[in-house]
């Protein structure tokens, strides 16, 4: 099923999202949470693409193991790493493992490397215009309500988006934030450009304290003294850590369904458990087929 029509329709939807192990030798420990995660019933898992990591050679895999748990499934596609015509092959792949729905984004440049390269795409929108070419996939893009960090300005890190918007990506899920008026600023800010397809909330429950620092230095995301507040008292104990942070996450889901953003994505980080809490502590507010 594809994700566009899953988001057409007036429900509630949680979905989630894992990462393909780094070694061939952990596939089927890995296929192993797929079907702990499937058995939440989200309304969709996505595998993300590590091309630098020697990861992207899974995500088919993995992404065809969670379409066979009866979920739908997303597979990351990234280009700023991948030749066109690896690109195209991989594309290919999905294609014939009848995988519809692809989340095509430009992806960590490469350090100590030239980039673009003549046979490489230089943008999310080229990859979301090839894909389009290619088969009738269902397209995702990514924003960032705080902003891409290599965009001057908010507004032109937007009219970027609406470049993707405009190639043909049928939907957007947001990168993390720990601050629910930043993601209601950035959509009053996308529509007033023009970009109308639904925006999926990406919610990260932080379970331990090491992730805040390393959140912080990837993505610059501001934490408000209120999540500081819980790290500081509870990050030295991980069972406490963990318990308020989904405690944290929910909070925020709901926040957000109750003023009608009623498409959450949680960054799960391989957690079946962690994704669990969460929905269970929503089980009267997002029922499950």
């Known amino acids: 099923m594809k994700v566009s029509d899953i988001l057409k329709k007036d429900t509630v939807t949680i979905s989630c999202e894992l990462f393909p192990p780094k070694q061939g030798t952990q596939l089927e420990n890995y296929k192993k949470i797929v079907a702990e995660m499937a058995a939440l019933k989200p309304a969709y898992i996505s595998c993300t693409y590590g091309a630098t990591g020697g990861t992207s050679d899974y995500t088919v895999e993995i992404a065809d193991a969670i379409n066979a748990n009866h979920i739908p499934a997303i597979a990351h596609l990234t280009c700023a790493s991948s030749t066109k015509e690896k690109v195209r092959s991989v594309i290919t792949e999905l294609k014939e493992r009848k995988i519809e729905n692809i989340l095509a984004l430009r992806g960590d440049i490469p350090e100590q490397a030239d980039f673009p390269l003549p046979d490489q795409y230089h943008h999310a929108y080229e990859l979301i215009e090839e894909i389009k070419s290619m088969g009738d996939f269902c397209i995702g893009g990514a924003c960032y309500p705080e902003g891409h960090p290599e965009a001057a300005t908010m507004d032109e890190d937007l009219d970027h988006l609406k470049e993707k918007v405009d190639a043909g990506c049928d939907y957007l899920t947001t990168q993390m934030f720990f601050d629910n008026s930043i993601y209601y600023n950035f959509m009053y800010k996308a529509l007033k450009k023009g970009i109308q397809v639904p925006v999926v909330a990406g919610i990260m429950p932080v379970t331990n304290a090491s992730q805040v620092k390393r959140i912080i230095s990837l993505s610059g995301n501001l934490v408000p003294a209120k999540f500081t507040n819980i790290v500081d008292r509870f990050g030295n104990d991980p069972q406490a850590m963990k318990q308020a942070g989904i405690a944290y996450a929910t909070e925020q889901i709901i926040d957000l369904i109750a003023n009608g953003a009623n498409h ?26």
């Open 264 to 289: 959450v994505h949680i960054y799960s980080m391989n957690k079946p458990d962690v994704a669990g809490a969460i929905m269970d502590n929503l089980s009267h507010i997002y029922v499950r087929d």
